[in-house]
């Protein structure tokens, strides 16, 4: 079994931090079922290569010191456990790779949560059900999936595919979550594990799933093929992770209204934002469009006042705002000729989505503040490398401005679930690498009464794409 890790950061053998593995020295390590082999094939400044090889004992397997229970005679001898990426790799990334699977890096601690140009190779990738579950599960995360499907016999070709491929995944992420995602979906690929599934395995599956699996778009596929199909454990972690979102519902949107709105008040800020938005959608000539992160409904309900828009899709992580933002929208008693030209769906804003593709304009009205920064890389592609619509406007908070609030305190975010709020200078750089790398045009324009020193108290970028 082998798994590469790549990177072209620079300086790329921080990737050896990282690991916590020397890139100048070959590492071995004994394992229960074998031994485990650390080295890098390429460690430069420019780009850096690191390998996991497992020589697992297929002698061990059939002696019964990690095979199953109930495999019968012929299993024994003849099965791919030794050869293919299966648990056995999910088992030595904890093992050889446990301090970076967890997140820490005493040596270089800036670089855990460092979004990096990451690419990752699997080999012999087991893919029951074929070979599209690997696109299913890796691309909502926001990685480039490259496959190679492998023969079952390269001298018969005749025979037909194999279920295994050697699957490439690229991203900017961090190194944790690259590793926590590959730790989860191997097994989950596999459908299969060469130990005993209990309750720990639940623990596990939380542990390495939090913050991505929960409002994945195959986490019941996930959670399933991880537990092995065993029902109490599969009903034991969707419950919990039900009750993850709810509880996180419950801490940032219950007061995201009433808490911004009690600083922004006196401007009635949001109302300006949204008639800015809404206009310049107008201005587009956009007929399908989007409302990213749309809360409880407010910029929805202005969009299916304008005849222009044929095809309305609001979408919200929060299950919560949905709901709320259907009640308001009275969707039960909405004619059926509006009813048709809204669709309202959950859906997350790091994960691709088929669903976002195809749209002449996306309105992101007050949302990205609220995503963690390393979490931005994966926004920028759902947004604008997939979804890619016609034209992208974005607000969000212009920090310059806070001073002027009197009921803000100084230094304070104008939110508690705020994780950054930037300056003019720092949203337009960032918009300018988004429009260079994704080949869109930008713009800038100030929302709110403007002091002449620090600007307005929001701010709006205009995408347009490049044809």
Known sequence: M????STTHQPATDLGYLLHKNPSRLQTFNLSFG????????????????????????IDLVRGKTGSPDSGPLEQYVNDRPYAATSFMSVAISSIFGTAL?????????LVDLPLPLTA????????????????????????VALTNRPLDEHFPAWGASPYCDATISGTVTLHDLLSHIYVLIPTLDGAKH??????????LLRHGEGWLGSHPERDTIVRRYLRHK??????????????????EDETDTSITDEEQTVERRLNLHEQRLVAVLTTMTEVGANRVLDLGC?????????????QFHEIAAMDVSHRALERAADKLRIERMPETQRRRLNLFQGSLIYRDKRLEGFDAAAVVEVIEHLDPPRLA?????VFEFARPGTVVITTPNAEYNTLFETLPAGEFRHKDHRFEWTRAEFETWGDRIADRFSYNVRYAPIGPEDADLGAPSQMAVFSRVH
């Open 2 to 5: 082998l798994l590469t890790i």
């Open 35 to 58: 031994k485990a082999h650390v080295f890098y094939p390429e460690a430069s400044d420019e780009r850096c290569e690191a390998a996991l090889l497992l020589d697992v004992d297929p």
């Open 102 to 110: 967890a997140g820490r890096c005493k040596e270089r601690p800036e």
């Open 121 to 144: 190779t699997i080999h012999a990738l087991p893919c029951r059900g074929g070979v599209d579950i690997v696109n299913r599960l890796f691309e909502p995360l926001g990685y480039t």
């Open 195 to 204: 130990y005993y599934i209990g309750d720990e395995e639940v623990e596990k």
């Open 231 to 248: 029902r109490s454990l599969m009903r034991d972690a969707i419950a919990r992770l039900e009750q993850d979102d709810a509880q996180q």
């Open 295 to 307: 809360g409880e409904g407010r910029l929805t309900a202005m969009l299916l006042r304008e005849k």
């Open 378 to 382: 994966s926004f920028e592609r759902v």
